[in-house]
Structure formats: structure tokens, C-alpha cells
């Protein structure tokens, strides 16, 4: 059973765009969202990350967007650059609030930022 | 803080030979979760400890699978038997106790010939 549904697949910015990336999720006992990146031969690094009791969070060029009552969130990356080019997860876990728990992934974007 | 180790980074074994790797987490993070991923998909959780205490399997794990963590602080997955659907990226990640953030290692990629 797929928990979390992560789109696009596959998507292509041009330098200094907003790349925005999807996800959806059905279990409502999830309670800490985080986004990971991956590049090529490397384990995923955590990006950003949020929980239900906020509609949005910045760090940087990055920010999340949660809506609770449709379950949804979404990552934007703001004025994209070609380092940014890689894969990206969304996760979800519950009972966070306890420590990390286990998490469950999206299938992943690939994200290519074109000079 | 030197992260997450894993090692061999690749390993490429004959089918039905049994294999093992070792996970290094972060210096006193007290939770270790081992995860697999095959190409072009998330990764998917195989199985978590605490401390030295095994806490939870995933279905994933089959009885040819076993994962150990000895006095608390490595771990080890070992696959006995292997088969070429056994080939992915297995990923260790630790996290500290009462803390969100899991911080992965760079993976150990299995190719099962």
C-alpha cells in the first residue's frame, strides 16, 4: 500500500525558477514531514522538514507547503540552480513526537536544472 | 561528527551466496534503521533498533535476512542465499533518542550476479 504519492516523476527548471514538487499522503497519524535530497551514489540527506501544526516553513531557498485537511505538502525550491539538479524524497513518519521514527518515502523526483 | 558509515560501499556476489554489511551510526545516536532501495524508488524500511534491542521488522524482511546490533552501536545485515531481486542500495540511518531528524549513510549497493 502506497502512503505516499510523490509527483512529478521527473521535472525540468531553468536556472533561477521555482521548481515545485508534490506529494499526498492517506495516513492521517503521520505527524512530521520531511524532504530529502539524493544525489547519484549517495544516501539522502535531509533538506527540510515539517509538522502538521504549520502551513508553511522557509529555510533558505526552500519551503514547504502543508495543507492538513486536503493532506498534502509540497516542496519549492526558489531561484533553482544547477546544483540543485538531483533526486528528491518526500517522507512521512508518526509518532515523532517520541523521536525519529521509521520512515515512508515517496518515489522520488529527479530534478534537472538547465543552465 | 565523521555521519554515518557504511561499508563495503559495493559489493557484487554469485547468487546464493550469503553476504554481509556493516552500518557505523552517528557517535551515540541510539537509534539505527536499516533501509533498502532499488532503482528509481524510494527508500523502503527494513527493520530499526534501539540501542541493542531489535523494535520492529518490515514484512520486506525475509527469513533469509538478519540484522544485528551488538552492544548498541554498530550494526550489521547479513543475507544469506542471495538472489538477484536481493540487488539495491541498502541504506543505514541513525538518529538520536527524542530527536526527529535521521541522518542516512552513503548506502552499500549489492549486485547479485
Known amino acids: 500500500q502506497q502512503q505516499v504519492k510523490q509527483s512529478p516523476q521527473s521535472l525540468i527548471v531553468q536556472k533561477g525558477g521555482i521548481s515545485i514538487i508534490n506529494c499526498a499522503y492517506e495516513?492521517?497519524?503521520?505527524?512530521?514531514f520531511p524532504w530529502y535530497q539524493q544525489f547519484p551514489g549517495k544516501g539522502p540527506a535531509l533538506l527540510i522538514a515539517i509538522r502538521p501544526d504549520v502551513s508553511e516553513k522557509k529555510e533558505g531557498r526552500f519551503t514547504i507547503s502543508f495543507n492538513k485537511s486536503a493532506k498534502q505538502f509540497s516542496l519549492h525550491i526558489m531561484d533553482s540552480q544547477p546544483g540543485d539538479s538531483a533526486t528528491y524524497f518526500c517522507a512521512a513518519t508518526s509518532g515523532s513526537i517520541q523521536g525519529a521514527q521509521k520512515l515512508v518515502f515517496g518515489q522520488g523526483t529527479r530534478l534537472t536544472i538547465n543552465p | 561528527d565523521t555521519g554515518v558509515s557504511q561499508n563495503p560501499r559495493h559489493k557484487i556476489t554469485k547468487r546464493g551466496q550469503n553476504v554481509t554489511f556493516r552500518c557505523d551510526p552517528i557517535?551515540?545516536?541510539?537509534?539505527l534503521y536499516w533501509y533498502r532501495q532499488t532503482l528509481g524508488q524510494g527508500p523502503e524500511f527494513l527493520t530499526y533498533?534501539?540501542?541493542?534491542?531489535?523494535?520492529?521488522k518490515s514484512r520486506l524482511l525475509s527469513d533469509r535476512f538478519s540484522a544485528e546490533r551488538p552492544k548498541g552501536s554498530f550494526s550489521t545485515l547479513e543475507i544469506q542465499r542471495t538472489e538477484q531481486g536481493d540487488s539495491a542500495m541498502y541504506l543505514c540511518?541513525?538518529?538520536?533518542?527524542?530527536?526527529?531528524?535521521?541522518?542516512f549513510g552513503q548506502g552499500t549497493r549489492l549486485t547479485v550476479v
Open positions: 540511518a541513525s538518529s538520536s533518542g527524542g530527536r526527529t531528524e535521521a541522518f
Open positions: 557517535s551515540e545516536h541510539n537509534r
Open positions: 495516513n492521517t497519524a503521520f505527524d512530521y
Open positions: 533498533f534501539q540501542n541493542e534491542a531489535q523494535l520492529e
